[in-house]
């Protein structure tokens, strides 16, 4: 057998030859937990005069996963003219995006292991023959994060895939994992604040899909405040609940439906007769998804609040892009800190939103200032002490 000389093999040849190999003969599934050039980010948009460009960004060279869409690792590699860590700190800003605790960087002749599951030894050199096989990761991933015996059905419950291999982006994974993760472990209220345009409904749609198709949650409220947001979520990214969904109209819940969307106005008003919320018992939702809540849930006096308020037993998430935060108004207060945040400025720098100009335009009173003229009054009736002579 032919001495490969592995200082003359690109980085594509130490991936197939070696990491790939020792990858899958430690029992990885090449059809559903190994993924390689894996693009986290679209790249930033730059605007020049009139003229716009992205920027260049890198794929992770291999994402392992327990199951689709579900990461654990990050595999970053490099030609065999580089020291075997060299890819740590790429794959240590993918496992970030991933939030993922496992890091491994090679040049072919072995691994350096980066686990944060296991402080005390951070960093270690595995050959190729002991690269961790999925189940040994999973365990470690699951002592890590604490999770229970109750909480794996609903943590490893796929995620809805139509087979257009479509997925979630980074973020959108992230808000979904830990949604589902605070749901699971008990928590009933949960806040998550994503940019717009990040795909909130798509989102939410995960999260529910997820915790409905685990049984973990079986009546679902989707809450919105405007018809257009309601219509366009059911037969957009709702679509697939198909038959078990609804949309409340003519103040009538029928009970028969297991996801139901509503706007506020249809459930409530100030007549008792408008309260169709009253019509089911207030252990009937066991979720609540709010979107946009910042608009009307956020306030305590709010007419819309009483709907939550007479829901109060059941997980309740809110999802914004602009959370509120005054003396009088707090998405906080009622859903505590946001389990998950994704910021405009993020959606920029990532390449998923594009860039704006701020434009001042004055109009002519700006720049010039307003004077009544003789004889007019304001709208008390009483007219200005400064008229003009005209």
């Not at 020792?22 to 003229?51: C, P, T």
């Not at 990050?74 to 240590?92: D, P, R, S």
Request: glycine residues 6%; contains cysteine.
């Amino acid at each position: 057998m032919p001495i490969i000389n592995k200082k003359a093999l690109s980085e594509t040849d130490i991936i197939s030859k070696f990491i790939m190999p020792a990858i899958k003969n430690s029992g990885w599934d090449d059809m559903f937990q190994i993924r390689q050039e894996v693009k986290l980010r679209d790249g930033k948009v730059v605007v020049r005069g009139m003229a716009a460009a992205r920027k260049t960004v890198k794929s992770a060279d291999i994402v392992l996963y327990h199951k689709v869409s579900m990461p654990l690792a990050v595999v970053e590699a490099k030609a065999n003219k580089h020291e075997m860590g060299k890819g740590i700190q790429q794959g240590l800003d993918y496992a970030r995006l991933l939030d993922v605790p496992f890091v491994f960087a090679s040049n072919g002749d072995g691994f350096i292991f980066h686990d944060k599951t296991n402080p005390a030894a951070l960093e270690r050199e595995i050959t190729l023959d002991e690269f961790p096989s999925p189940q040994e990761l999973w365990a470690k991933y699951c002592q890590f994060k604490g999770y229970t015996a109750q909480q794996l059905p609903i943590i490893t419950q796929d995620y809805y895939d139509d087979g257009s291999g479509k997925a979630p982006r980074y973020y959108q994974l992230q808000a979904v994992n830990k949604t589902i993760e605070a749901v699971s472990n008990g928590q009933n209220r949960v806040l998550l604040v994503m940019a717009t345009g990040t795909g909130k409904t798509y989102t939410a749609f995960q999260i529910i899909w997820r915790l409905w198709k685990a049984r973990a949650k079986k009546r679902i409220l989707f809450l919105a405040d405007r018809n257009v947001l309601v219509d366009q979520t059911k037969s957009g990214d709702f679509q697939p609940f198909g038959q078990a969904m609804t949309k409340i109209s003519g103040r009538k819940v029928d009970p028969a439906y297991e996801i139901h969307l509503a706007l506020y106005q249809a459930l409530t008003g100030p007549e008792e007769s408008q309260k169709a919320y009253k019509q089911v018992d207030p252990d009937f939702f066991d979720l609540i998804v709010i979107d946009e809540c910042h608009r009307g849930s956020a306030a305590d006096d709010s007419a819309w609040r009483e709907i939550l308020e007479y829901f109060k037993g059941a997980t309740q998430i809110g999802l914004t892009a602009t959370p509120k935060e005054t003396e009088e108004v707090s998405n906080s207060d009622y859903f505590g800190d946001p389990a998950y945040m994704y910021s405009l400025k993020e959606g920029i720098e990532d390449g998923f939103l594009a860039p704006y100009k701020v434009v001042r335009v004055d109009i002519d009173i700006d720049l010039q200032g307003w004077r009544p003229i003789k004889g007019q009054v304001d709208k008390k009736g009483m007219s200005s002490m400064i008229e003009s002579t005209t």
